[in-house]
């Protein structure tokens, strides 16, 4: 069974920092592409970036020079570390394999809301 299970999220005030984690199960960690999505109210879900097994990166434009993905294959888990957060950062974050198609768009976890507010 494919489990995702984000944590990490929070409120927060613009300019800070939040560091978010995403344990997933081995069976898709191992052989993919992990990606960081969000999704704020009212839009829809959006990557903000990857990272492959031997972890290269690629990153959205809104979010390039302020978030960092790694990955840690030994634990199965993969961080999304943000800083200089803005309002407009504020969603729902969730972690999932890229791309997501057919069956993987089953695999969504719960999500773990960020907020950014002062």
């Known amino acids: 069974q494919v489990q995702l299970v984000e944590s990490g999220g929070g409120l927060v005030q613009p300019g800070g920092s939040l560091r978010l984690s995403c344990a997933a199960s081995r069976s898709i960690f191992s052989v993919n592409v992990m990606g960081w999505y969000r999704q704020a109210p009212g839009k829809q879900r959006e990557l903000v970036g990857t990272?492959?097994?031997?972890?290269?990166?690629v990153y959205a434009d809104s979010v390039k020079g302020r978030f960092t993905i790694s990955r840690d294959n030994a634990k199965n888990t993969v961080y999304l570390q943000m800083s200089s957060l803005k309002p407009e950062d504020t969603a729902v974050y969730y972690c999932?394999?890229?791309?997501?198609?057919?069956?993987?768009?089953?695999?969504w976890g719960q999500g773990t809301q960020v907020t950014v507010s002062a």
């Open positions: 990272i492959t097994s031997g972890g290269r990166t």
């Open positions: 999932n394999v890229w791309p997501v198609y057919g069956p993987r768009n089953n695999y």
